[in-house]
Every structure is written in C-alpha cells, then in structure tokens.
C-alpha cells in the first residue's frame, strides 16, 4: 500500500484552503438535514472515486472500462460532488458562499484546465482511439449504457481488466478518502453539538 499523505499537498500554495477548512470546523455548526444531505452527496463522490481509481492506469493504458466505460472523468464527478457536499453540510450561508465560490470555480477554470491537459496529453498518446472514446462518452454526465469500444480501441485499453485495490492505492486515492472520513467524523461531531444545549 501506498503512503496515503502526499508530500504535494502540504504545499503552501494550499494554505488558504487549509485554513478555511480549519475556520469551518471551529466556526460550522451544521443542522442535521445539512449534515444528512451533505454527508450523502460526499459519499457517493467517495463511491465514484473509489471506483473510478480502482480502473484507472494513468498513461500506459487509455482506461475504457467501470465508470470510465460511462464518463471520461469519474474522479472530477466525484470531487465535485465532494465539494458540494462539503459546502451543502456547512449549512446556512457558509453554504450558500462555498457553493458560489467552488461551483464556478470548478466549471470555468478547474475541470477545464484539467479536460484540455489530459485530453490532450491522451490524444498524443492514443490517437483516433482516443478522439473515438471522447466522442462518444461524455465528459462528467454519465452515459447510461456502458460503450462498447472498438477493437483498435480495446487494443490500446484492457476491457477485462477490473477494479483493483492496488491500483486504487498507486492512484493516491488512500489519502482522499481518509480525508473525507474525518472531515464527515468532524461536522458529525459539530452537528451533534449544534443539537444539544447552547
């Protein structure tokens, strides 16, 4: 298993994401439907995270197969409803503020920072298998029925291959999700405070 904290993030360029998150948990006290409803949408990030790590071979093969057979980026899905949630079990207007904040963030300048570079870090690499898989597997909203590639694309992928904790743990995804288990144990327990006597 890999170590699951990773030396990038402790950057200081994340400092003031560091300390928002320390402001919320001093400051947050969710309600226990925000808690509920958030707690929710981080979970099945988690789940969609989980699982699209558990496929994913970075570089050496086009991954076709589990969410990737569904959408191209299962873990961008995942982290934003991630931070969805996040925001949505802050409650109130921390939760109206990070949902301002982080939304549009995500839509204009995160995920299509991240779409432009890989896409075309893959389509170097893979070609017209590639542009084929682009065009017809969305990007974040899930197809319903799995595609079924072609053989040429098959040949560069590995479409038997299945969910591996191993690779789950080579992609870095250890960390993520204990992670979210603390911050989820920590508004569990600032929801629990908010209930009882003030």
């Not at 949408?41 to 496929?55: E, K, P, S």
């Not at 079990?89 to 995500?106: E, I, K, R, S």
């Not at 597997?137 to 899930?142: D, E, F, H, Q, S």
């Not at 743990?169 to 629990?192: D, H, I, K, P, Y």
């Amino acid at each position: 298993m890999r170590n699951p904290i990773r030396i990038k993030n402790l950057r200081l360029r994340f400092a003031p994401l560091y300390a928002l998150g320390f402001a919320l948990v001093i400051f947050v006290r969710p309600g226990a439907v925000e808690y509920a409803l958030g707690a929710a949408l981080i979970a099945v990030g988690a789940v969609v995270r989980t699982w699209g790590a558990g496929h994913l071979v970075k570089t050496t093969r086009l991954t076709v197969t589990g969410p990737y057979a569904h959408l191209r980026h299962p873990l961008y899905l995942g982290t934003l409803l991630i931070g969805s949630g996040a925001a949505v079990m802050a409650g109130g207007w921390w939760a109206a503020g990070a949902l301002v904040v982080f939304v549009p963030w995500f839509f204009l300048d995160y995920f299509p920072r991240k779409e432009r570079t890989e896409s075309g870090r893959l389509e170097e690499l893979y070609g017209e298998a590639f542009r084929d898989y682009r065009a017809a597997v969305p990007a974040l909203l899930p197809r319903v029925s799995s595609w079924d590639p072609s053989p040429a694309t098959s040949a560069l992928s590995d479409p038997a291959r299945r969910w591996s904790l191993d690779r789950y743990s080579e992609n870095n995804e250890l960390g993520t999700l204990l992670a979210l288990v603390a911050l989820v144990a920590v508004f569990g327990l600032r929801a629990l405070i908010a209930l009882g006597p003030t």
